[in-house]
């Protein structure tokens, strides 16, 4: 079993920056691809960058250069920096792990993770 809670999101201007953490505990077989996810109401949720115990990173395009996903060295806390933030960056953001294996931790679909935070909203607007 893996616990996952989300912390961090608020309301910021465009261009502005937000960190989010996750604080995770469990089972480390079954984290071993952790990731943010985010969902915008009535749509898909989609990956927006994705961390594997081997150091594998994944980003989404649209966040690219943005964002940066890390993890503390007692892999205890997730972290997700965004800076520059886009009005179309507002969505309900979520932490995500899954027993997913080396090589393979990269933006999978959000049917493949299988434990999942409540979620931390990020809203950006002038």
């Known amino acids: 079993q893996v616990r996952l809670q989300e912390s961090g999101g608020g309301s910021v201007q465009p261009g502005g920056s937000l960190r989010l953490s996750c604080s995770v505990s469990?089972?480390?077989?079954?984290?071993?691809?952790m990731g943010w996810y985010r969902q915008v109401e009535g749509r898909r949720r989609e990956g927006v960058a994705t961390?594997?115990?081997?150091?594998?990173?994944a980003y989404a395009d649209p966040v690219k250069g943005r964002f940066t996903i890390s993890q503390d060295t007692a892999k205890t806390t997730l972290y997700l920096q965004m800076n520059d933030l886009k009005t179309w960056d507002s969505a309900m953001y979520y932490c995500?792990?899954?027993?997913?294996?080396?090589?393979?931790?990269?933006?999978?679909?959000?049917?493949?993770?299988?434990?999942w935070g409540k979620g931390t909203r990020v809203t950006v607007s002038s």
């Open positions: 995500a792990a899954a027993p997913i294996t080396d090589g393979y931790c990269y933006l999978p679909t959000y049917d493949r993770m299988e434990y």
């Open positions: 961390l594997g115990t081997d150091g594998s990173l």
């Open positions: 469990g089972d480390a077989a079954n984290r071993k691809c």
